[in-house]
T-cell receptor, first 111, second 118 residues
Framework: QQPVQSPQAVILREGEDAVINCSSS?????VHWYRQKHGEAPVFLMI?????EQKGHDKISASFNEKKQQSSLYLTASQLSYSGTYFC????????????FGGGTRVLVKP | GAVVSQHPSRVICKSGTSVKIECRSL??????MFWYRQFPKQSLMLMAT?????????EQGVEKDKFLINHASLTLSTLTVTSAHPEDSSFYIC??????????????FGPGTRLTVL
């Protein structure tokens, strides 16, 4: 079962902030965030692990709420280059190494 | 960072032919690679997990005989779409993990292959 991402789309002006949420119905081991530009492969942004460890991008932050089985990605002071579709990939505790991706959130940053 | 390549980047073929897509990890060894399929404006759907030296593990609903996966070495996995039909047209993307360099599970994606079946 896919994790649920919200919102489905967001339009920002340069410099504005946005939050993208990713919710799972199953117990999570980790959440991965990727950004994909049109016609290209997804690019790794951030990993959040159960227990609080993080690895990722300096300019993008995220949180992982274990109680709610939810992760949020924070786009702060957005730049034009932030435009793209953001996907969360969830690794469930019993599912081994594979990721299940959410439906995506389309972000458009305008000048 | 870890680099994954895919070949070809784009292929157009006639219905009924088979198409092979290669996925290579260029600067690391990947015991596990993953194959995804993505339709326009949709999410990445995992098709199968490719394990070096053993059979691939397919997701529910994915036909093993139609999508043949071979992971012959630690740097190469191939996906063959057999007897392709127009409904197989899609963007196919592979990913790999560098388990030596990182204890995290981040996956590095190849650039994808756009398959169009006429």
């Amino acid at each position: 079962q896919q994790p649920v991402q919200s919102p489905q789309a967001v339009i920002l002006r340069e410099g504005e902030d946005a939050v993208i949420n990713c919710s799972s119905s199953k117990a999570l081991y980790s959440v991965h965030w990727y950004r994909q530009k049109h016609g290209e492969a997804p690019v790794f942004l951030m990993i959040l692990l159960k227990g609080g460890e993080q690895k990722g991008h300096d300019k993008i932050s995220a949180s992982f709420n274990e109680k709610k089985q939810q992760s949020s990605l924070y786009l702060t002071a957005s730049q034009l280059s932030y435009s793209g579709t953001y996907f969360c990939g969830t690794e469930w505790i019993a599912a081994g190494n594979k990721l299940t991706f959410g439906g995506g959130t389309r972000v458009l940053v305008k000048p | 960072g870890a680099v994954v390549s895919q070949h070809p980047s784009r292929v157009i073929c006639k219905s009924g032919t088979s198409v092979k897509i290669e996925c290579r990890s260029l600067d690391f060894q990947a015991t596990t690679m993953f194959w995804y399929r993505q339709f326009p404006k949709q999410s990445l759907m995992l098709m199968a997990t490719s394990n070096e030296g053993s059979k691939a593990t397919y997701e529910q609903g994915v036909e093993k005989d139609k999508f043949l996966i071979n992971h012959a070495s630690l740097t190469l996995s191939t996906l063959t779409v057999t007897s392709a039909h127009p409904e197989d047209s899609s963007f196919y993307i592979c990913s790999a993990r560098d388990i030596v360099a990182s204890s995290y599970n981040e996956q590095f994606f190849g650039p994808g292959t756009r398959l169009t079946v006429l």
